[in-house]
């Protein structure tokens, strides 16, 4: 059973490109997560997905920042217009429900995008 | 709000030292709180949990407490092993909540 899948591992952008990251989450799984990891910070929770509702995008930025979990494919983390601080390792996480004592999210690999 | 500090990085030990992690949390009510470990070119791997004050979770040889007085769940483990190096995360979720707050990770490397 594969686990989470990211990709790309490692994304480089310059200044004002778009970045798309994409995360498979794992078989079974309907609740997919994406968190963010600043340099010297923990991960920061951005959104959470079902499929193709959004139930939780209270810690993603306001602007450039969108996410999707369409009903075939992959969920997609997407960053218009990226800037300097975007540069960060981004995970994305799985669950078969949506929490509780005994729900673990499984997570992906991490992509880490650097904006230059 | 929620949040968690642990030790600063990195850590470099021997094989058979003993390794400490220490993890303190901010939070209202009574959070879950976890321990995650990412080995090198791996995800976030889920090593133990504890879900409510004095409980103890244990896993591979690693023990945490949930401390409610001292508001720490501290991680440990007695003898470590070369392939225990890798980065390790203290993390707490609210009761029955799906989010994570996340310390800022450990990385310890142990050296034969």
């Known amino acids: 059973n594969a686990g989470v899948m990211q990709n790309p591992r490692h994304l480089v952008r310059r200044r004002g490109q778009e970045a798309r990251l994409r995360c498979s989450p794992m078989k079974g799984h309907s609740h997919v997560y994406w968190y963010r990891q600043l340099p010297e910070e923990g991960l920061k929770f951005m959104v959470y997905l079902q499929k193709e509702n959004i139930i939780d995008e209270s810690g993603m930025p306001k602007e450039r920042f969108s996410a999707e979990f369409p009903k075939e494919g992959p969920s997609i983390l997407r960053i218009q217009q990226v800037v300097r601080g975007d540069s960060a390792a981004y995970f994305c996480a799985s669950s078969p429900i949506g929490g509780g004592l005994n729900t673990e999210a499984f997570f992906g690999q991490g992509t880490r995008l650097t904006v230059v | 709000g929620d949040s968690v500090t642990q030790m600063e990085g990195p850590v470099t030990l021997s094989e058979e030292a003993f390794l400490t992690i220490n993890c303190t949390y901010t939070a209202t009510g009574y959070p879950s709180l976890f321990w995650y470990v990412q080995y090198p070119g791996e995800g976030l791997q889920l090593l133990l949990k504890?879900?409510?004050?004095?409980d103890k979770g244990s896993n591979k040889g690693f023990e945490a407490t949930y401390r409610k007085e001292t508001t720490s769940f501290h991680l440990e483990k007695g003898s470590v092993q070369v392939s225990d190096s890798a980065v390790y995360f203290c993390a707490l979720s609210a009761l029955n909540d799906y989010k994570l707050s996340f310390g800022a990770g450990t990385t310890v490397t142990v050296r034969a």
């Open positions: 504890a879900t409510k004050a004095d």
